[in-house]
C-alpha cells in the first residue's frame, strides 16, 4: 500500500501546524466525520505528519491541532524510512481484545507527562486512508495502544482522563505546569 502523502520524516525548525496542551477547548470537542476525502484533506495529513515528526511523536489527531476532523496519523516506527506512516480517516474501533494492558503514555497535547494508562491489547479497527478506500486492521501491541489514544483524541478525551493513580497524575502535571482540573476522568 502506497502513500500518496509521503513526507520525509524529519524534523523541521518550522512545523507548519501549532499542537494545542491540555486545557484547550478544542482538545475537547467531538470531532466531525469527514465527508470526502480529497487534495486539501491529503495536504492536512501531510501537514499533520510533518508537525508530529517535528515534535518526535508516534500520533497525532486532528483536534490537537485545532482541526475539527475525525483524522489520525500514526508511526511506531519514525525512524524508519521504509515503514510508511498510518492514516486513519474516520476511524471506528470494531473489536477489542479481551486481555487488559497497563503502559506507560504520553501525549503532544501534554508534554513531558507520561503515565500508566489500561487499555485493551488489540483491536480491530475499519477506517477511509488517503485514497478514501476503507481499510480494516487487526493489530495489537503499540500500534494499538496509539491507536486508541489517538482515537481518543476525536472523542475529546485525553490519556490523563483514563489515569487511575490520582496522586500520580496530579503530581506529574503539577510538575509540567498543568491544571490536575483540566483533567476529565472517564467513568
Not at 487499555?119 to 493489530?139: A, M, N
Amino acid at each position: 500500500m502506497t502513500s500518496v502523502v509521503l513526507v520525509e520524516k524529519k524534523k523541521l525548525a518550522k512545523p507548519p501546524l501549532e499542537i494545542h496542551q491540555l486545557g484547550d477547548r478544542v482538545l475537547r470537542q467531538p470531532a466531525k466525520r469527514i465527508a470526502k476525502v480529497d487534495a486539501e484533506i491529503r495536504q492536512v495529513i501531510r501537514e499533520m505528519l510533518q508537525t508530529m515528526y517535528s515534535e518526535d511523536g508516534i500520533g497525532l489527531a486532528a483536534p490537537q491541532v485545532a482541526l475539527n476532523k475525525q483524522l489520525i496519523v500514526v508511526d511506531i516506527e519514525p525512524d524508519n524510512a521504509a515503514r510508511p506512516p498510518l492514516i486513519l480517516i474516520n476511524p471506528v474501533i470494531k473489536k477489542s481484545g479481551q486481555e487488559i494492558e497497563v503502559e506507560q503514555e504520553g501525549c503532544l497535547s501534554i508534554p513531558g507527562v507520561y503515565l500508566d494508562v489500561k487499555r485493551p491489547g488489540t483491536i480491530e479497527v475499519t477506517f477511509k486512508d488517503e485514497q478514501g478506500r476503507p481499510q480494516t486492521l487487526s493489530t495489537g501491541g503499540l500500534l494499538a495502544r496509539a491507536i486508541q489514544h489517538e482515537i481518543d483524541h476525536l472523542n475529546g478525551v485525553l490519556f490523563v482522563d483514563r489515569v487511575e493513580n490520582k496522586l500520580a497524575l496530579n503530581q506529574e502535571l503539577a510538575k509540567k505546569g498543568f491544571s490536575a482540573q483540566a483533567v476529565k476522568p472517564v467513568v
